[in-house]
């Protein structure tokens, strides 16, 4: 769909005379009683003529180029239109009319002069819209440009924009900046220069002015595949990836927040990363072996899940001779083929979801499957029912301890089915590695892993709903391989890699892991602060000779 099909159609539901692309001037409609602005950002002259490049037949889109004027017809699903571009006082002026059927003899005459097009339109690559500012449109037009809002006020619609290659020098210049910087993250916002996560910590890119909306959708825009392009305009944000050949791959989102546009971009390094260099262990490593069961690994967002995924898929890839089957939103790691063969999806380019995805996963035979979220409870099901038939399945949650994962998949079903996803849980769970990102010192960041590998004594206690006596289990079981996140965050400390307090912040149960600080004398003197921070208040001191006085908000 060209772009300008969107605005023509709100024109003709809105019963509009005409489509008015005056250069310097919002998009306009001539209807009954003045004109009524479509757009929120004025047309640069090069977006008038590429809006009507896209739709015109070869000769018109060359006096277009040569900023000569011309009128062509262009067919849509909306009706025949007529479209005039002319250049008024060096000034771009364009019309486009429904075609009533007078105009053809105006078009024949206008052809036998100097600089005036007509032919039937060539179509080209279409390039949906882009971001849009709001604006009052009638009922059917806020139906047209994406819907109306519960109370009737329009929602915003994206605006009317083209591909600049000068905008795609400049994001792909921050990207490349980002990832010479050893940066996770690049945020772009209006009204604040760009932003990078370098090492955990936020750092405004310096010599940089800030974005301006304009700018900033522009840089969006000539970056996003055409899919992507039509989703942020229906439904303001999207996720894509990216790459720079010989840079890095990016996972891309790009929203609306109340400045205007915004993005975050992500690093995904242009190299797979290997289980040895993530450090993963020999025990998580045998995991990859299994011919069938459920492979958890889970984390909150920003924390490592998808490159300890690409490590063990790697590990696959390079071990087994076996078909693996990936269902991303977007693919961020690109595998090529080794000794296994790599199918890689993508929700929304390859397939309509994850759910579909891994249902018709079935019917491709193959030997292991990786769902890169397992959004909903239908995925959730799915993935379970396969592993149990006999397919290693992989997959990812954004909980935060092994216990809470399994409670997290159980407490997505309803009731009366809780007790049979316990016996298949119980059945197919063969591990989960919860992960968390912590500041390593003297720069970088190193992964604290909480891992659960299944065994009879953890089947059970699924089985039994007894899921909250996990956690000692994995304490026991050290030589199994298995550890709690507290002794990962712990054994960082003591290899002089983590400060203490960093790795507190990060400890779920924080009161234990205080104890433990202590037993190692190490620096616990963040917890006497009583910051909010520390997450604890400092014990109330007891005056000379006398008991303790209560601590504020006790009881006295």
Same mark, same amino acid.
Not at 88 to 110: F, I, P
């Given at each position: ?207 940089? =002015?800030?974005?301006?909306?304009? $700018? %900033?959708? +522009?840089? &969006? ?8 392009? *039509? #989703? ?118 390859? =397939?309509?979801?994850?759910?579909? $995805? %891994?249902? +018709?996963? &079935? ?8 769902? *890169? #979220? ?183």
């Amino acid at each position: 769909m060209a772009q300008l099909d969107r605005l023509l159609s709100v024109m003709v539901s809105n019963r509009a005379n005409a489509l008015l692309l005056n250069e310097g001037e919002v998009a306009q409609l001539d209807v009954a009683g003045g004109n009524r602005p479509v757009t929120k950002q004025p047309l640069s002259p090069q977006q008038v003529v590429m809006l009507l490049r896209e739709i015109a037949p070869a000769d018109a889109g060359a006096k277009l180029d040569a900023g000569q004027p011309t009128i062509f017809q262009y067919s849509s699903d909306d009706g025949v239109f007529v479209a005039r571009a002319t250049v008024v006082g060096g000034r771009w002026e364009a019309s486009l009319r429904l075609d009533d059927g007078t105009r053809e003899a105006e078009m024949t005459a206008a052809s036998s002069q100097p600089g005036v097009a007509r032919g039937t339109p060539m179509r080209t690559t279409p390039v949906p819209p882009a971001a849009v500012g709001a604006h009052r449109p009638t009922p059917s037009a806020a139906t047209a440009m994406g819907g109306a809002s519960g109370n009737g006020a329009a929602k915003p619609v994206p605006n009317v924009q083209v591909a600049d290659p000068r905008a795609r020098q400049e994001i792909d210049a921050l990207l490349t900046l980002m990832v010479q910087k050893g940066g996770s993250d690049l945020h772009l916002r209006v009204g604040e220069p760009p932003v990078l996560r370098l090492h955990g910590e936020m750092q405004r890119v310096e010599g940089k =002015t800030p974005l301006t909306n304009e $700018a %900033l959708e +522009a840089m &969006l825009v000539s970056i996003m595949p055409d899919r992507n392009r *039509g #989703e942020y305009g229906e439904l303001w944000d999207t996720d894509y990836a990216y790459e720079i050949e010989g840079v890095a791959r990016f996972r891309a989102n790009a929203a609306r927040e109340r400045k205007g546009a915004a993005a975050v971009f992500r690093t995904i390094p242009a190299q797979v990363v290997t289980v040895e260099q993530m450090g993963v262990t020999p025990e998580v490593q045998q995991l990859c072996y299994l011919t069938k069961g459920l492979v958890l690994v889970t984390g909150p967002t920003g924390s490592g899940k998808s490159t300890t995924l690409c490590s063990l898929i790697d590990l696959v890839n390079r071990a087994r001779n076996d078909h693996v089957i990936t269902i991303e939103d977007p693919i961020e790691f690109v595998h090529p083929n080794k000794s296994c063969i790599i199918t890689q999806r993508q929700v929304g380019v390859h =397939t309509k979801s994850f759910k579909s $995805a %891994l249902r +018709a996963a &079935l019917r491709e035979d193959p030997d292991i499957i990786l769902v *890169g #979220e397992l959004r909903d409870l239908e995925t959730v099901a799915i993935a379970i029912e396969t592993a149990e038939t006999g397919h290693l399945v992989f997959g990812t949650l954004h909980t935060t301890t092994a216990a809470g994962t399994v409670d997290r998949i159980i407490d997505q079903f309803p009731a009366d089915r809780q007790e049979q996803i316990r016996v298949m849980l119980a059945d197919s769970l063969k591990g989960v590695i919860s992960q968390t990102l912590c500041k390593k010192i003297g720069g970088g960041r190193v992964a604290a892993r909480e891992i659960l590998l299944t065994i009879p004594a953890i089947s059970n206690l699924i089985r039994e709903a007894k899921v909250f006596q996990i956690n000692s289990v994995l304490q026991t079981s050290r030589k199994l391989g298995m550890i709690t996140l507290n002794d990962a965050l712990i054994d960082l400390v003591d290899g002089n890699l983590v400060e203490p307090k960093e790795a507190y912040m990060k400890a779920i149960d924080k009161a234990n892991f205080a104890n433990m600080l202590r037993q190692r004398n190490h620096d616990v003197s963040f917890l006497d602060l009583g910051s909010e921070d520390s997450g604890t208040k400092p014990a109330a001191k007891a005056p000379a000779g006398g008991k303790p006085m209560a601590a504020a908000g006790g009881k006295r």
